[in-house]
Each structure stands twice: as C-alpha cells, then as structure tokens.
C-alpha cells in the first residue's frame, strides 16, 4: 500500500478511521525469562498463547538467531502454536554473523514455511556499522544459503531509509522493518504520534520512488513502541502507563488500521536488562517496554 501524503495527514487527524483492510501486527520477542536464563520452548509456547488471547497477533520477529539457540526453542513452538516467526543475523560481528547464519540454515527447510523472513542486521546502518553496500554483501550470501520461500531483508532506523543510506540494498531485499520511535526523538504527548506517522510516511515514500512502486518489497514498521516506568523520560517524551497506551491506540493500532505492517516493541518486560547509555548521554532503563508485562499479563488492551 502506498502511504500518500493524503494517507500521512489523515492518519495524524483522524487515528480512529479505518481502511479497507488492516495490515498484520505482531510483537518482538526476546529470548530470555526475567531472571535472565535462556528461554525453552515451553516458555514460547506461553509466550505465543499470552500473545494470541490478548492481541490475535501470530507473529513475532527475534534479534540474533543462535542466542539461547532461539531457532531450536521458537521455530517447534511456533509451528505447534500457529505462528510465524522473522528471525535475524546479526552481522556487525563475523562471529555471529557467521553463527546465526548456521543456526537458520540448520533449520531452514525443515521450518520454511514457519520462518516468514530472515533481517540481516538491526539498525547497523544507524550505528555506522555498515555502508549500504557492505550490508547489501551480507544480505546477498544470506540470500544464497536460503530457500527461496523465506523473505530476506534488514532492519533499520527510519531516517537511513529516508535518507538515501539504504538505497544500495533496495535491490536484493524481499522485506524491509522500518524502525521509528517518537519517543526516542523527544516527542510529547501532543506530537508524538503526528512524528511517528511522519518517519514513516518519509521512509516509505523514499523506497518507493526508488523501486517504482508500492508492490516491490514487502514494508512493515520493524518497532515502535513507549516504556511504561514513570521517570523513563526522552526530552519531552515521558514514559508511563497512560502515554504508552495513548501511543499503542493512536498510533501503533492506527498504523495498522490503515493497513500497514508493524512490529511492537515489545511484547513483554525484560527486567534482566542492563541500563543503556542514549545518545544523550543519560542512562535510559529499557526494562519496561513490554505491552505486557514480564509475567505475562497484559497492562492495557492490545485489540487493534
């Protein structure tokens, strides 16, 4: 689907109306419980089942395939559940790289049609990792090792798509995840979803003037998301329960309601996290992104 400009000024005027047909909404999952231990597949299968009862979505997209052996715990849970999982290489280090790569190819035709795609890379455009066509190397072998079947693509920040960045891999990629987040531009209860809709609709209008069209790779939002601690604070962007809500109704939710693709980040609390350093240099707790919570319990209705 094409997002218009049409599309981008009725989405930040009027969130509640719907298209023709929604798009598919899923979740990002991490692979470790709480405590930090690695995750089994009985811990998925809750995972999957918490997932469906509260929000119908049967999708989930991980990070780094061969950490906590994430491919031999999701891939048998998803297949018994329903679901369909996007797995990533994380490829800034050859190690892992070369380490998730063996992990989806040991699995690949056995799981082909219950892994939807693979991303090479999560924002390492963003982090200066890559070039466009370093990463589009990367993405090229992967591509050569898989089944034809299973999509093969990147995520990146919203703003290396807009930006001319990314073009180089625009002719290898199956599948692009658009990551924006409006809170981690500072974004106040009174603009956030209005920069939200924006990157997207910057991003996606880029990659389609370059393609020639709506129809030639697959576009889903990769994240987006707000943390739910008070005093998780981004400049003008305030984390809590209330704002994270209003976010996930009027923006995430109307997104998909337009019929665009999106993955939430993320469906549970991960309080082993460590605190990171922002770009602002304050500590930033990424423990409480979760629209659930570590324990599995939903802390707003997640029914888009």
């Known amino acids: 689907m094409r997002f218009s400009t049409a599309a981008a000024v009725a989405l930040a005027a009027a969130p509640a109306v719907v298209s023709a047909a929604k798009g598919s909404m899923g979740f990002a999952l991490g692979t470790k419980e709480p405590n ?18 509260a929000s119908g979505a049967t999708i989930v997209r991980g990070y780094a395939a061969a950490d906590c ?7 048998p849970a998803a297949e018994k559940k329903g679901f369909r999982v996007v797995l990533g290489i994380w490829p800034d280090v050859e190690e892992s790289f070369n380490n998730d790569l063996k992990a989806i190819t040991g699995v690949a035709e056995k799981y082909k049609d219950t892994i939807y795609a693979v991303t090479v890379g999560s924002e390492t455009m963003y982090r200066g990792n890559f070039t466009g066509p370093e990463l589009k190397e990367k993405i090229d072998t992967v591509k050569s090792k898989l089944p034809s079947n299973i999509k093969v693509g990147t995520a990146d920040s919203w703003n290396k798509f807009d930006d001319g960045t990314a073009d180089a891999i625009l002719s290898s990629v199956d599948i692009l995840m658009i990551n924006a987040f409006a809170f981690w531009q500072g974004a106040g209860d009174a603009n956030a979803t209005h920069v939200y809709f924006n990157d997207m609709f910057q991003a996606i209008s880029h990659i389609e003037a370059k393609v ?36 996930y109704r009027e923006g995430f939710c109307a997104l998909v309601d337009w019929g665009y693709n999106a993955f939430f980040f993320e469906a549970f609390d991960e309080p082993w996290k460590p605190a990171s350093v922002g770009d602002n240099g304050n500590v930033a707790d990424e423990t409480t992104w979760g629209a659930m919570t570590a324990d599995r319990k939903q802390k707003y209705s997640l029914q888009c």
């Open 36 to 53: 930090g231990d690695c995750k089994t597949q009985a811990d998925y299968e809750k995972d999957f089942d918490a997932i469906k009862e």
């Open 69 to 75: 052996d994430m491919t031999k715990a999701i891939l």
């Open 212 to 247: 020639g069209g709506s129809d030639k790779i697959e576009i889903w939002n990769g994240e987006t998301g707000w943390p739910t601690a008070v005093g998780t604070d981004y400049g003008a962007a305030k984390g809590g329960l209330k704002n994270a809500e209003t976010f």
